[in-house]
DNA sequence: CGCAGTTTTGATGGACCTCAAAGACCGTGG
DNA sequence: CCACGGTCTTTGAGGTCCATCAAAACTGCG
């Protein structure tokens, strides 16, 4: 891993600066975040953290995107989270992680030594605010995505998948999620069965289903057209004006 | 549902003052909950909050379990979370909740005004601190719960769930998880089926089954006796000595 | 007893997994 | 330039686990 690209970055500047867990931050409590900070970079495929490591920092995600999983002895894996920029990695208060933590694409995260990140938690309330808010808004996605887990077909599964990747993709471009838009899809085959709880195999079918049906099309391997939104919506089973922000 | 039973209960005496969001409040802290509070109680089967409800208190489960859920038009439900006593219902920065919320049996609530609530966030540290310790636990059962639903089959994820509540209630009790321990099971197969991402008869069909196997046996229909713990928990699928805390 | 709710058990079918092989894509090196 | 291998993706054939539909057995209660 280089450790070069975002090192003299200011984090006035930053381009997560106002999602991440510093969003609240006064500039003298910036102040301090900068002087404990430090930037890592990882290859797409490299491991960031291994479930049970010793966590010496915690960190936000600024550029990239970086997979939570699980996996069982027998090699079943669950992936149980996306981390894109401005999401939070590791957990004040322990110090083993919970999951493996793996760079799916590029990844540059911003890290904090984790005791000196800790007491700011103590003295600033803004990062303790913040970081609740963060961690309330993960734990309703954690649940919203166990109906798709637990109820939904595979074919509800994939445009529920492709839904959110659209969505979010939208609102880090700040324009809204339109009929003919299009994005990167980031992840392979075998990385959406992990999230989705299929085989690879199974993801392959119902996209070249969704594709034969005309709800999306690809541009090369890794772009993805969307026509017409609400149709796709339709695909995923919800509720069409049901609950989430956008 | 009557709303009397704890009306008078001094939080000193709470059962779950150790657990519950205020377990890190300092006398004069605790004052200003009291003045705030109020207790519900409501039957098994009772609505607590339908999801998009306003939410005009945050609250404590004192006694009895509650259940938080999804439901899309077409009927399938999952469940998205088991809230028993000390866990906190609501969150503090959201004015509808996002899930329905069931008393699964007979229940009391401890409530506090939101607004209120929301300003103690802001001044006391220690309410703050203990929700977010919450919320980050939470979010890995959520997160461990994933595995289960998108990765674990129908005889693992029983397995999983009887273990999870063996566990829960030994802890509840104060003594270790043993051999030949006993422990009420307070779901439906119904309810069972809806947090494990499954049908009622394939619930049925895998306790029958685990019951003809030995690996437990029940008295009545709602007391699970587990002889050997080491056993069930193989059924789990999961690492034997891997990651929780007890 | 008789009824409503819950649980068990059976028979059948289908959605998804497993195993297998061929095809597409991409960088490397002759 | 094309051949070559590696990785990822697509497609096919067959099998299995679990859902679905259906009915009987059990439980508690007026």
Redesign the pocket.
Known sequence: MNEIAFDSRECGSCPIRHRAVCARCEPDELDILNNVKYYRNYEA?QPVLWAGDQMEFVASVVKGIASLSQTMEDG?TQMVGLLLPSDFIGRPGRDNAPFDVVAVSDLTICCFRKRPFEELLTTTPHIGSRLLEMTLDELDSAREWMLVLGR??????IASLLAILARRDASLKKRPAVNGMAFE?P???????DYL????????????AL?KAGIIS?E???RVVIPELEILLAETGDDVDGGLIP
């Open positions: 495929g079943r939904k077909t595979a074919r509800e599964k899809l992840l392979t085959r075998e990385a959406m069965a709880g299929l085989t690879l195999e199974t993801v392959s079918r119902q996209i070249s594709k690809l090369g391997k890794r």
